[in-house]
């Protein structure tokens, strides 16, 4: 059975660090998502990666498929970048069938 | 930008009623899928549905549960005997493609059976 590990549950930063999610799993995966929730309940995807790293403004993602591991991180971190992030992943079968994480919260103070 | 959306954003039920979830998919989106987060729990798979068929579906996706695409537009989520463990925040997604396109999410259905 897979299972999603986050690392930390929870996260305090100031505006303005930078910022590291880390999320391990246990069998081969084929693709890898990162989550964003927002506070009122809504999911966002940020990132879909199967190998290396994308960037998308001032996210980056990492994965290593050798060590089972992906990194989320945020640059020059926000207040409004407070949020749940969650990591899930395809082990196989539908695009949709994803094994998710608890979820890091991240909380930004001004 | 289009949106995945989801009515009502909340539904009061008193258990062993029926229920309907309704999502409408991104327009030019293939794929559909419904998740639920139970208060304070992960997000867990229930089932995926494409070419008006289920492709996949999880444990918890048993007998009580169905999906349907009526009309073209709407994909729903049927619950027929709801229990108290069925409160939960249900979420539909879309996907254009299957393998290798991104996941796009409504913004919840939250499930309170009394």
């Known amino acids: 059975k897979n299972e999603v590990e986050q690392s930390p549950q929870n996260l305090t930063a100031q505006e303005g660090e930078f910022i590291t999610i880390n999320c391990s799993y246990s069998?081969?995966?084929?693709?890898l998502h990162w989550l964003q929730q927002h506070p009122g309940g809504g999911i966002v995807s940020l990132f879909m990666?199967?190998?290396g790293k994308k960037k998308h403004g001032r996210l980056i993602a990492t994965i290593n498929i050798q060590e089972k591991h992906s990194s989320l991180h945020i640059t020059a971190s926000h207040p409004r970048d407070s949020a749940v992030y969650i990591c899930?992943?395809?082990?196989?079968?539908?695009?949709?069938?994803?094994?998710f994480g608890k979820g890091t919260k991240l909380s930004v103070k001004p | 930008e289009p949106e995945v959306t989801q009515t009502p954003s909340h539904q009061v039920t008193q258990m062993g009623q029926e229920v309907i979830l309704r999502c409408v998919p991104i327009s030019n989106h293939l794929y559909f899928y419904w998740y639920r987060q139970i208060l304070g729990q992960k997000v867990e798979f229930l089932v995926s549905f494409y070419n008006n068929e289920i492709s996949e579906k999880s444990e918890i996706f048993d007998d009580q549960f169905s999906v349907e695409r009526p009309d073209g537009s709407n994909f729903t989520l049927k619950i027929r005997s709801t229990k108290l463990e069925d409160s939960a925040m249900y979420f539909c997604?879309?996907?254009?493609?299957?393998?290798?396109?991104?996941?796009?999410f409504g913004n919840g259905t939250r499930l309170t059976v009394t």
């Open positions: 069998v081969g995966i084929s693709a």
């Open positions: 997604a879309s996907s254009e493609a299957g393998a290798g396109s991104p996941l796009h």
């Open positions: 899930a992943v395809r082990v196989g079968g539908s695009q949709g069938n994803l094994i």
């Open positions: 990666l199967s190998s």
